[in-house]
């Protein structure tokens, strides 16, 4: 399914949370990622996520669509890094 | 049509930025919001914010489903705002 993931974590773990996102989806802006995973891949990131943030303090929010072909997305200004490489 | 609406813009820009989203979409997150929107305020919006931001180095990602109900959202840690309260 096709993932949006938006993360806001404090400083000490960025860079944690920021080579597991990459790991499992393309990075498109600063705190932001996309990409279709599976829903075991899905499963497996949340885990590892829960295992790294601070659910008192730390927020991400993942938005999921099962059919990736309704969602359109259009950039203004620069963009950051080509979000072509799906997974 | 439900909207999501990430922005990175420089610090300078910040503000502007926020007031204007805040006036058509709701805060989520850090520089994420959400929302519904018909077509024209979004056309509105986006007009609005091609008149804020630097294109050059500023950057905008609107991710939009025309079906809402397709798109699930989950929150893990903690919740920065109710989200409850839709357009």
Chains 1, 2 share one sequence.
């Not at 997305?73 to 620069?78: A, M, N, P, S, Y």
Request: neutral net charge; glycine residues 4%.
């Amino acid at each position: 399914m096709y993932v949006i993931l938006v993360y806001d974590v404090a400083q000490m773990r960025v860079g944690k949370m920021l080579k597991l996102c990459r790991k499992y989806l393309c990075w498109i802006q600063n705190s932001v990622f996309e990409g279709e995973l599976s829903e075991a891949k899905l499963r497996e990131l949340k885990s590892q996520i829960g295992s790294i943030i601070d659910a008192d303090t730390d927020s991400v929010i993942i938005f999921t669509n099962k059919m990736s072909y309704n969602m359109d997305k259009e950039i203004l200004g620069k963009e950051r890094m080509s979000t072509d490489n799906f997974l």
